[in-house]
Nanobody, 123 residues
Framework: QVQLVESGGGLVQPGGSLRLSCAASGFSLDYQAVAWFRQAPGNEREGVSC???????YYADSVKGRFTISRDNAKNTVTLEMDRLKPEDTAVYYC?????????????????WGQGTQVTVSS
């Protein structure tokens, strides 16, 4: 069964950090671009970051300098390290995979999705 499973969400105070993981099963991420999206209540799903099969990384302006995406092909996982979190980062975070990084910020282009993990930034 082809699936992605996210983990690592939770409640954190403003300025804190969280690490999200996306683990693939049933298929290899080696030749896939993997992106993180987030969706807050009442908002559209937005692209946060993406890593290509060769390690090229992309970030939304809102998270640039605070979030770091990386991949470990040996473990078939992608990690999103989130630092200096802000209340506006609160959302459900999803990972998704597709072939190629073109238009990575468009969710409808992605083939495989995880179930999401909640991130809440609040004091």
């Amino acid at each position: 069964q082809v699936q992605l499973v996210e983990s690592g969400g939770g409640l954190v105070q403003p300025g804190g950090s969280l690490r999200l993981s996306c683990a693939a099963s049933g298929f290899s991420l080696d030749y896939q671009a993997v992106a993180w999206f987030r969706q807050a209540p009442g908002n559209e799903r937005e692209g946060v970051s993406c890593v290509g099969s060769r390690g090229t990384t992309y970030y939304a302006d809102s998270v640039k300098g605070r979030f770091t995406i990386s991949r470990d092909n040996a473990k078939n996982t992608v990690t999103l390290e989130m630092d200096r979190l802000k209340p506006e980062d609160t959302a459900v975070y999803y990972c998704a995979a597709k072939a190629g990084t073109k238009n990575w910020h468009i969710p409808t282009l992605f083939d495989v999705w995880g179930q999401g993990t909640q991130v809440t930034v609040s004091s």
